[in-house]
């Protein structure tokens, strides 16, 4: 019985989906999807997209460990109110999240940076924080509840054993949440490649020079291009289904015992 | 009980708001501040409430398209109206033109840059923004003009950004993310602390825009509709318009540009697309 109920909910949210897609189907055809998938606009964001969404997750999980790690293992006056700011990001819409850095950079000192330093505002750059921006506290997030999961005798056991501390974190701990970090990774990364409403405010919507496959869907709905718009729906799934089992591939032979 | 009485409230003001008729306007942004005004008076005058939604003009048509719901489609600009035709969106002979539009420079509060005419935007080391020519009718004026004065090369280096909507394209200004933007003469009203607009030469602007109204092919009201339409034409709806700073006749439109053609469609030109691929 809580079998059939547990694969019944299961099936019905498989079936939201799907629907969602079959229905998008009657909207675009062949034609228009290979067109669109084949033009320098749509190759120049897929290509965006990857690079940005990649760098974005490999600097965000590098924040993000040893962030998650303090929260999640060390003790310190103030630990709950840091706790709880950190969701902040994830309830506040990545579009407040944009315009915030917009406002940033326009500050003394953030016009600063973004004359003489890197240009953030209407740039590339901008795309990645505006990235890592809105996935960094997702990925901390699901990092503490991975080390959360990892008891702190093991560590304790290589500590009396002659590690440093830093060696019992590298050599114990973040071998036992190979499995966490992965998954994070993956969920991190799919997360910063459908980012938009950050992108869009800091980084613009220029064709061709800012504009990721999310911000491509956007334009092509603001063209009143029904069927472009569609098609690159389609081109995104495709993109993301084969980037997130290539890396299930990768990673997960790499950790393979 | 506390409850229950909560629910039946609920349900009967449900039931009140049901009598009331209301229509809903896809309305592009270039007119946001006159339509709100609009809506509301037009509520006081007849008691039909009217629903904006608001967006780039080629979004809220797709949206139209999708729902297949909608009465009213006031666009930014003629260039939709074609667009719209096509896909069946409206019924054309109800077109209205409702106010003009004149593109113009704008830049920040005081001319920092200290920009004079549609040639000084090429000036090395400028930041422009303009709206995004496939998105927003604003972008599209923007090219065509500097591409009818052939400055579209120059001029094209100096396009740090492209804004998703008209509005948005303001907003680049007031946020002074850019120096300039090429954008509707309006602009300096919706934020006169902020922008200014430097207007240009009658014979630099090709086209003039207007702001159209049509009724939409999925109306289920098309009485209340059109008394919106004729609300926004009469001259309690002018008058409104002529405040937010829209221009109201031709002839007063003309003056900025004697010459310039109304509506019709521009296509973006292949100069355009070498730009973006370099």
Not at chain 2, 113 to 136: C, E, F, M, T, W
Not at chain 2, 235 to 242: L, V
């Amino acid at each position: 019985m809580f079998k059939g109920v547990t694969i019944s909910a299961l099936a019905l949210l498989i079936l939201f989906f799907v629907g969602i897609l079959v229905s998008m189907v009657s909207y675009t055809d062949w034609n228009t999807f290979i067109s669109a998938l084949l033009s320098r606009e749509i190759l120049f964001a897929i290509r965006l997209s990857l690079t940005t969404a990649t760098v974005a997750t490999i600097l965000s999980m590098l924040i993000a460990i040893p962030v998650a790690y303090a929260i999640s293992q060390t003790e310190f006056p103030g630990k709950n109110i840091v706790d709880s700011l950190l969701d902040l990001p994830i309830v506040i819409s990545p579009v407040a999240l944009g315009a915030a850095l917009l406002v940033f950079f326009n500050t003394p000192v953030g016009a600063g940076i973004d004359a003489h330093i890197i240009k953030f505002v209407f740039a590339v750059p901008g795309i990645v924080l505006a990235q890592i921006t809105v996935i960094s506290a997702l990925a901390v997030r699901l990092l503490k509840s991975t080390f959360d999961s990892i008891d702190p005798r093991y560590e304790q056991v290589g500590r009396t054993l002659g590690c440093s501390k830093p060696e019992a974190f590298l050599r114990i701990t973040l071998p036992l949440a190979k499995d966490g970090l992965i998954a994070s990774g993956i969920l991190t990364w799919a997360r910063a490649t459908g980012e938009f409403g950050a992108t869009i405010t800091l980084a613009g919507a220029t064709t061709m020079k800012t504009e990721t496959l999310p911000i491509a869907i956007f334009l092509s709905l603001a063209s009143a291009d029904i069927e472009k718009t569609i098609a690159v729906i389609f081109v995104l799934i495709i993109i993301a289904v084969v980037a997130l089992i290539i890396m299930r591939k990768i990673i997960g032979r790499r950790y393979v015992i | 009980m506390l409850l229950v009485g909560l629910l039946i409230f609920t349900l009967f003001s449900g039931c009140a708001k049901g009598q009331q008729k209301t229509i809903n306007v896809f309305c592009g942004a270039a007119s946001k501040p006159a339509m709100d005004e609009s809506a509301q008076a037009f509520e006081k005058k007849t008691g039909i409430k009217v629903y904006c939604n608001y967006g780039g003009s080629g979004a809220v048509l797709s949206q139209m398209k999708l729902s297949k719901t909608g009465d009213l489609y006031v666009p930014g600009a003629p260039d939709y109206i074609p667009k719209a035709e096509r896909d069946d969106a409206i019924d054309t002979k109800s077109v209205k033109i409702i106010a003009y539009l004149i593109p113009v420079i704008a830049v920040q509060h005081g001319n920092p840059k200290n920009i004079q005419s549609l040639s000084d935007l090429a000036k090395p080391g400028l930041k422009i923004g303009i709206g995004n020519p496939d998105a927003v009718c604003l972008g599209l004026y923007a090219i065509e003009i500097l591409d009818y004065n052939h400055l579209l090369a120059e001029v094209g280096k100096n396009i740090a950004t492209q804004a998703e909507s008209c509005e948005k394209t303001a907003t680049l200004l007031s946020l002074k993310s850019v120096d300039t933007v090429i954008g509707w003469h309006v602009f300096h009203d919706w934020d006169a602390n902020n922008i200014d607009v430097v207007y240009l030469k009658p014979e630099q602007i090709p086209r003039i825009a207007y702001i159209p109204a049509a009724i939409s092919t999925f109306t289920k009201d098309r009485d209340s509709a059109q008394k919106f339409i004729d609300f926004l034409v009469s001259k309690q709806g002018q008058d409104i318009f002529s405040k937010w700073g829209y221009i109201t006749t031709e002839s007063e439109a003309r003056k900025f540009a004697p010459n310039a053609e109304t509506g019709g469609e521009y296509e973006l030109p292949d100069t355009y697309y070498e730009l973006l691929g370099k």
